[in-house]
């Protein structure tokens, strides 16, 4: 990390009420892990947007290359039969 | 790569831009998309940041708690609208400190209006009211813009832009129904916030060299004349509402275009302060450059820390 270039990037997660998945809000600069708490707390919920944070260094993660979307994703679309939508149901059948 | 290739890429790009689908920070972009969001988003960071100085400049002399509260409370959201938008310019690749360096070599502008003084507490009042007011008409159509995080920053701060407006109302309604002492004051701060708002919104069309392109691209949703008569015809009526006259006497409700005809806006004023010689410009990039100074040293003191204590926790 070089110090010229100041603090490390830290990505911010916010669960907005319990029984709620953390949520990427956005990011923040910070010396370690206790800053980047902090300074979500103030810049991310200042107005009671969450109830706990995750903070997580930019460059640990790892994404999926866009290029790749239609090898990765595509194969999901032709699938149909993996929703109920794709089954006939005989009329008068009901509870299914 | 070839020619072929980015010309099949910038149609694609462009492709997704018309059906409405947001650009990604890893998505393929044209270099000049990438630039001009870049100068738009640190531009439009900076002016958050130095925005904080001029309303700062009253805290300490709020007229009461409820004020001072108020006022602390907007200025602190101000710093986080610039955070948001630094952090959405580094997702393009921007570095942050370089972008900030470029705003104190002068490199990079900022909303001309900062560099106006505020010299009474109604200037808090007209700032909010004018100000803010004018940024949400231009902050508003952008939550819609094509670039991902730039879009969803917007969602944030308009969300917050919007007691921004209501307090300074509340502090010009206040004023100009007080005192004639205090709705003079109220007068006066509308004098002289009313013109440098109008050309918060820059240029007239015809002068505006990138408006085109940035329309195509959907950084930018209405031409600055739209968004600036949008902003005089639901600002005229809020100033007579409170007993306040707009200082333009070519004023004047015009039916055939449902809207306002306003007087002529002095762009050589414009041309001057954006060009470093308003009334406080110097004063305002001083300020932003000794900030930084003296900083530095915090900034590297909890840096070594943090690696102090990596290093232990390694070894
Ligand atoms: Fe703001
Ligand atoms: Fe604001």
Known sequence: MSKSKGWPLWEVFIRSKQGLNHKHVGSLRASDATMAIKNARDVYTRRAEGISIWVVPSNNITASDPNNEDSLFEPSQSKVYRHPTFYDVPDGISHM | MMDVDI????????DKIDQDIKIEPNDWMPDAYR?????????????????????????????????????????????GHGLYLYSAAETLGADREQTIDDLHSGKAKYSSIFNYPTLSWADMGAIGWLVDGAAIMNQVPLCRCSYGPYARAMIRVCKEESFHQRQGFEIMTKLASGTAEQKEMAQDALNRFWWPALMMFGPIDSDSSHTEQSMRWKIKRHTNDELRQMFVDVTVPQAESIGLTVPDQDIKWNKSKEGYDYGPIDWDEFWQVVGGNGPCNKERVDARRKAKEDGKWVVEAAMAFADKRNAKKTA
């Open chain 2, 35 to 79: 630039k001009t969001l870049i100068r738009q988003i640190s531009q439009h960071a900076h002016s958050e940041v130095v925005g904080m100085l001029p309303e700062g400049n009253w805290i300490t002399r709020a007229p009461n708690l409820r004020r001072k509260a108020v006022l602390l409370a907007k200025v602190q959201d101000e710093a």
């Open chain 2, 7 to 14: 010309q099949d890429l910038e149609k694609k790009f462009q």
